[in-house]
């Protein structure tokens, strides 16, 4: 029975990748990996340098790209026919495969398609890894939850409304999958009266990083690795001096 191991890579920065994993990687015989057509793919760029000389690579190229309305059925139609096919393709494949995948596989991560398909037909085991809005609000400089705050991650790719709602109530907010939906995020922070509060971090821990004020950016599309922040203010114990620690100014 094959064996699959979903490697998490952390937030972008190779040195922010767990002993485990680099283990699994760098000892691997064949690595599996998501990408786009024509791309080198953000996975396997992480790892370059780490393969063995003879590793054989699977590169799963998607189908189709967020281009493609969320609500098309044929946008569902075919990942789930793509996902149906890896997961045979590795289920297939003699000896281990490790898949590799950004942050960590069980949050938000594309291997979960994969997971389900797998159940019964391979053994698997899944390394966790550093998420990339850990990487990035850390880059900041500011923690993001103090005391008993309540962290909420958002989706960019929510409705408007349903984005607006949600940010008026958490302490702090995580807004993923900002990308082409920077401008819906923005005008529903603004709606939320957060918007001023807003940090954008694109690349975080890899070359190129930048950490901007969202209300001072450029208000166009976003890198796939961008995310937006609100730090939380909550209970934070009072300093010596009688002074309160300051989150993000």
């Known amino acids: 029975m094959a064996r699959i191991i979903c490697a998490g890579l952390g937030p972008g920065d190779p040195d922010l990748m ?23 793919g953000m ?24 281009e493609i309305a969320l609500s098309d059925p044929a946008y569902n139609a075919a990942l789930a026919g793509f ?7 590795l289920a297939a494949l003699p000896g281990d495969v490790v898949v590799l995948c950004e942050g960590d596989p069980f949050f938000y ?22 998420t990339g809005m850990s990487g990035c609000w850390t880059a900041t400089g500011v923690p ?7 962290l909420t991650v958002l989706m960019g ?32 922070l603004a709606r939320a009266g957060r918007l001023d ?25 976003a890198p796939y690795f961008a995310i937006v922040l609100v730090h939380g203010h909550g209970r934070r114990p009072v300093a010596l001096d009688g002074t309160l620690p300051q989150a993000a100014e």
């Open 18 to 40: 767990s002993l485990r994993a680099h283990r699994a990687i760098s000892g691997a015989a064949q690595v599996a990996y998501f990408r786009k057509p024509g791309r080198a």
């Open 43 to 66: 996975a396997r760029r992480i790892v370059d340098g780490m393969l063995r000389a003879d590793v054989t690579e699977h590169a799963m190229e998607y189908p189709v790209t967020t």
């Open 83 to 89: 996902y149906d096919d890896w997961a045979a393709r």
């Open 109 to 130: 991560g594309s291997f979960m398609h994969l997971h389900v398909r797998l159940q019964g037909r391979c053994a698997i085991e899944v390394i966790p890894g550093i």
């Open 144 to 150: 993001i939850t103090w005391g008993d705050d309540v």
């Open 157 to 188: 790719t929510m409705p408007e409304d349903a984005l607006a709602e949600r940010m008026a109530g958490p302490d702090a907010l995580v807004v993923m999958k900002t990308g082409r939906n920077l401008p819906k995020v923005r005008r529903a």
């Open 197 to 221: 509060a807003a940090w954008l971090v694109e690349r975080g821990t890899m070359p190129g990083q930048t950490v901007q004020r969202l209300a001072e950016a450029d208000e166009t599309a």
